[in-house]
């Protein structure tokens, strides 16, 4: 039986902090790596401060961008009065997938134990684009890509996986 063939998808990566700048942005950075040495492209890389206006803005044109298959954002899940993220994200997308945030905290528990309830990280689908909403920590990000999100968009992962709900790309 032949594997199925590696399927790339191009993915934007958001950073939403008051205080990282690319020189100090390790989240964002190891989310870059991880989807370069996994064969993804990285459409775009962004950071923005903690308003959900220029979060929506920002995502929302990832959205309609037909380039653009998956958005991951980092940063902004927490509990804080500037933690904005999901309440940011949640008005965009068609669904949500419940799975993303329980895996993540379950995943989460075995390192860090109960402070992980204090993580809203979500995920969901809007317009055929996968979003994924991370902690901003360096090891809650890759926690995130290696358990779930890099194993969700390898195509060859089975039973299941993501790539083969990204219509666009599988009419290529």
């Known amino acids: 039986m032949n ?10 990566v ?6 990282r700048t690319e020189a100090t ?14 064969g993804h492209q990285l459409a775009e890389k962004t950071i923005i401060v903690d308003d959900k206006y220029r979060i929506r803005e920002t995502v929302s044109r990832w959205i309609a961008d037909p380039g653009v298959n998956v958005v991951i954002i980092t940063g902004g899940t927490g509990l804080t009065g500037r933690d904005i993220t999901p309440e940011a994200i ?3 997308l068609d ?10 905290r379950w995943l989460s528990y075995q ?8 993580s809203r990280a979500l995920g969901g ?9 991370l902690p901003g920590s360096t090891g809650a990000c890759k926690t995130g890509w290696d358990e779930i999100i890099g194993p969700q968009l390898d ?12 219509p666009r790309l599988l009419e290529q």
């Open 125 to 133: 689908v809007a317009n055929a684009t996968f979003i994924f909403c």
């Open 90 to 92: 949640r008005p965009l």
């Open 111 to 118: 390192d860090i134990k109960t402070s992980t309830v204090a």
């Open 155 to 166: 195509h060859r992962n089975a039973p299941c996986n993501m790539v083969e709900l990204m």
């Open 95 to 104: 669904k949500e997938i419940e799975g993303v945030g329980e895996l993540f």
């Open 3 to 12: 594997e199925p063939n590696f399927i790339a998808v191009n993915i934007a």
């Open 25 to 38: 942005d390790t989240s964002g950075q190891i989310l870059v790596e991880r989807i370069s040495e996994a």
């Open 14 to 19: 958001l950073t939403v902090s008051d205080s």
